[in-house]
């Protein structure tokens, strides 16, 4: 079965540190990755998307950067924190099928917060 | 563009009885997914279903059922006999169509918080 592993589960940096998030899947290969950011009390920010090494898409310009290593490894990163990247991020995967609309699953999430 | 509008942010009922989360969306694709996501306390979005624009069967699954309605652009979402345990944020999402090559975005709603007293 396929399980998806995010570290740290919480984090807190001051403001101007740099920030480096990982996520990784098992027991699948070639998935669709994701960044999600989630802020206090809101809805989900779709952040990257990955469809496959090395091949990452920004969906709102910020100072936070994603790489993907490896098949499935997740990256994300930023060289100087803003007070405003404070927020729970959550990694996703999808199968690579044929389907276009296959749902998401989710990691367990990691809690940032920039003091 | 694709929007999805969960116009109640909060819901608290007493244990047992049903609570109706509402769910509209909005999308100039003919093809499309729609799906709801469980968000417990502990953070991790735990999937519940997902429907396609072709199908406008109802579905049921224990306590949960969904009912999609093209016409008005909603699928709605109840729980049956509520439980404790049913307290958390619950998110409906629309996939957008897409190839490979993008990968398949989902565009979520703002999420309705459920509490259910005891």
């Known amino acids: 079965s396929q399980t998806i592993h995010q570290w740290p589960a919480t984090l807190v940096q001051p403001v101007g540190s740099p920030l480096s998030l990982e996520c990784t899947v098992e027991?699948?290969?070639?998935?669709?990755l994701y960044w999600y950011r989630q802020a206090a009390g809101r809805g989900l920010q779709l952040l990257f998307y990955s469809v496959g090494i090395g091949q990452i898409s920004s969906e709102v310009p910020q100072n936070l950067s994603a790489s993907r290593p490896q098949d499935r490894q997740f990256i994300l990163s930023s060289k100087k924190l803003l007070l405003s990247d404070s927020g729970f991020y959550l990694c996703?995967?999808?199968?690579?099928?044929?389907?276009?609309?296959?749902?998401?699953?989710f990691g367990p999430g990691t809690r940032l917060t920039v003091l | 563009a694709q929007k999805v509008t969960q116009a109640q942010t909060e819901i608290s009922v007493v244990e047992k009885e049903d609570v109706t989360l509402d769910c509209v969306y909005e999308?100039?694709?003919?093809?499309?997914?729609l799906f709801w996501y469980k968000q417990p306390p502990s953070g991790e979005l735990v999937f519940l279903i997902r429907?396609?624009?072709?199908?406008?069967q109802n579905e049921i699954s224990g306590r949960y059922s969904w009912n999609f309605q093209k016409s008005t652009s909603s699928f709605n979402f109840t729980i049956t006999a509520s439980q404790v345990v049913d307290s958390a944020v619950y998110f409906c999402a629309l996939s957008e169509v897409m190839i490979k090559a993008a990968g398949n975005k989902l565009t979520f709603g703002g999420g309705t918080r459920v509490l259910v007293k005891p």
């Open positions: 999308t100039r694709d003919t093809t499309y997914y």
């Open positions: 996703a995967w999808s199968p690579w099928t044929e389907s276009s609309y296959n749902e998401q699953f």
């Open positions: 429907r396609n624009s072709f199908d406008e």
């Open positions: 027991g699948t290969s070639n998935p669709n």
